[in-house]
């Protein structure tokens, strides 16, 4: 069993950016991916970006060359810095894990970017 927290969400100005953290409660070293999904009311969860345990990364195109994800093994964290940030990158972003045969989720954080 995994816990995934989320933080670093907020209330952000068009143009301006975010880092979001996601804390896991094990050793991410053997992760097989990790990453950041986001969900608008009404619409299914999306991919924004995952990076694998090899440290190669896949980005979701609408947001390739402002966002960059990385993971800190030693503090078992992985980070999505967000920049040059739109309003519509507004949605509740969610960190995610594989290890083996299953996947984990976050509770979700906020993130609203106003025009």
């Known amino acids: 069993q995994v816990q995934l927290v989320e933080s670093g969400g907020g209330l952000v100005q068009a143009g301006g950016s975010l880092r979001l953290s996601c804390a896991a409660s094990?050793?991410?070293?053997?992760?097989?991916?990790m990453g950041w999904y986001r969900q608008t009311p009404g619409n299914e969860r999306e991919l924004v970006a995952t990076i694998s345990g090899s440290g190669y990364t896949n980005y979701a195109d609408s947001v390739k060359s402002r966002f960059t994800i990385s993971r800190d093994n030693a503090k078992k964290t992985v980070y999505l810095q967000m920049n040059s940030l739109k309003p519509e990158d507004t949605a509740v972003y969610y960190c995610y894990s594989r290890t083996g045969p299953s996947d984990y989720w976050g509770q979700g954080t906020q993130v609203t970017v106003s025009s």
């Open positions: 094990r050793s991410i070293f053997s992760f097989d991916r």
